[in-house]
């Protein structure tokens, strides 16, 4: 089996005597100047597979990018290393190729183009992660590679919710990387959401106001600033617009509330502004009196103070709209 990398990488095996007795299969890698990079031992009925796992991971490369050979021929990854006929001390040749790589690239690019209207991503979601997993390409073309197949497919096409998670906490995500829909990495955490104080992508920026014009809908996205989305996030979660169909509702549970409440802070903290918009110019509601003329800001919720009689007294957060006046007054004092 599979030791510890930096274990492995300190102790070549030269002495067969501190292996167990599982372990009687002792292998050097070898670079193609000559040079030994990694070293595993183990048992002989460990797969190829296995063993270039544990090669990758000493070497800092994708798995798919790592092939072994001896005597001139690639080990298989199905067999073991006594189907190959390793001896108990064999020393491999190290191959690192994108050959693999582009190869799952180029399936991922033919799945996307076979999709239509509707279709299940179920097959395509999995090797879209590898691509981005072994960076077959930058992230964000990756990512547009993906929307944009999916846009092209129709509306009822589309990645699943991991797709996102996936992107997130990728080392090369940023703000602005293409996520699900027509949502970068930023605006579907605002809409969703999602805490973005832990994302490292928040952190690797850029911290930008530009505006996003694509609506929302029904998950209540309007035409602003990611500053102006946050608002908005919260506002939704402590009461239902007007403009929205259905019965009213009390307001969210505090952990949601408390993301929201969050977001709106962080960003402001980051320097996230808000726009102003001409009057008309912006309309989230139909009678006046309710929105400010120029903002997104709900004046009745700036004033509303007295908890819902639908909700519990005794399990309810005790003031839920005092969260909307403190960002308002945070924004101010900003």
């Given at each position: 089996s599979c030791g510890p990398p930096s274990k492995l990488a300190n102790d070549p095996c030269h002495d067969l005597e501190t292996m167990t007795e599982e372990a009687v299969c002792c292998v050097t890698v070898l670079s193609l100047g000559g040079e030994e990079?990694?070293?595993?031992?183990?048992?002989?009925d460990t797969t190829v597979a296995e063993l270039r796992r544990c090669v990758a991971?000493?070497?800092?490369?994708?798995?798919?990018?790592?092939?072994?050979?001896?005597?001139?021929?690639?080990?298989?990854?199905?067999?073991?290393?006594?189907?190959?006929?390793?001896?108990?001390?064999a020393s491999l040749q190290l191959l690192v190729s994108d050959k693999l790589v582009n190869e799952k690239w180029e399936e991922l690019q033919q799945k996307l183009k076979a999709l239509e209207y509707g279709s299940d991503t179920s097959e395509v979601a999995p090797l879209a992660a590898l691509c981005l997993e072994?960076?077959?390409?930058?992230?964000?073309?990756?990512?547009?590679?993906?929307?944009?197949?999916?846009?092209?497919?129709?509306?009822?096409?589309?990645?699943?919710?991991?797709?996102?998670?996936?992107?997130?906490?990728?080392?090369?995500?940023?703000?602005?990387?293409?996520c699900l829909?027509?949502?970068?990495?930023?605006?579907?955490?605002?809409?969703?959401?999602?805490?973005?104080?832990?994302?490292?992508?928040?952190?690797?920026?850029?911290?930008?106001?530009?505006?996003?014009?694509?609506e929302w809908g029904w998950q209540a996205r309007i035409a602003g600033t990611p500053l102006d989305m946050a608002a908005r996030k919260l506002e939704v979660l402590l009461e239902k617009p007007p403009a929205w169909g259905g019965l009213t509702y009390p307001p969210k549970e505090a952990g949601e509330l408390d993301v929201a409440q969050e977001n709106?802070?962080?960003l402001l903290e980051h320097g996230f502004k808000m726009s102003r918009v001409e009057v008309g110019g912006r309309q989230l509601c139909s009678q006046?009196?309710?929105?400010?003329?120029?903002?997104?800001?709900?004046?009745?919720l700036l004033q509303r103070a007295e908890?819902?009689?639908?909700?519990?007294q005794a399990t309810c957060d005790q003031q839920p709209y005092d969260r909307y006046r403190a960002i308002y007054d945070a924004w101010r004092a900003a």
């Open positions: 990079v990694a070293a595993w031992a183990g048992s002989p991971q000493q070497l800092g490369q994708h798995v798919l990018r790592v092939a072994l050979t001896w005597k001139g021929e690639q080990l298989a990854d199905g067999a073991t290393l006594v189907e190959s006929q390793l001896p108990e001390r072994a960076k077959a390409r930058p992230v964000d073309e990756i990512a547009v590679t993906v929307r944009d197949s999916c846009e092209e497919a129709g509306s009822m096409t589309d990645m699943p919710d991991d797709w996102y998670e996936q992107l997130a906490a990728h080392p090369d995500s940023r703000c602005d990387t293409p829909g027509h949502s970068d990495l930023i605006h579907y955490s605002i809409s969703d959401n999602i805490r973005l104080g832990d994302k490292p992508f928040f952190k690797a920026g850029p911290h930008s106001d530009k505006v996003d014009y694509p709106f802070m962080l006046e009196g309710i929105y400010d003329a120029e903002m997104v800001w709900k004046r009745t908890l819902p009689y639908e909700m519990d």
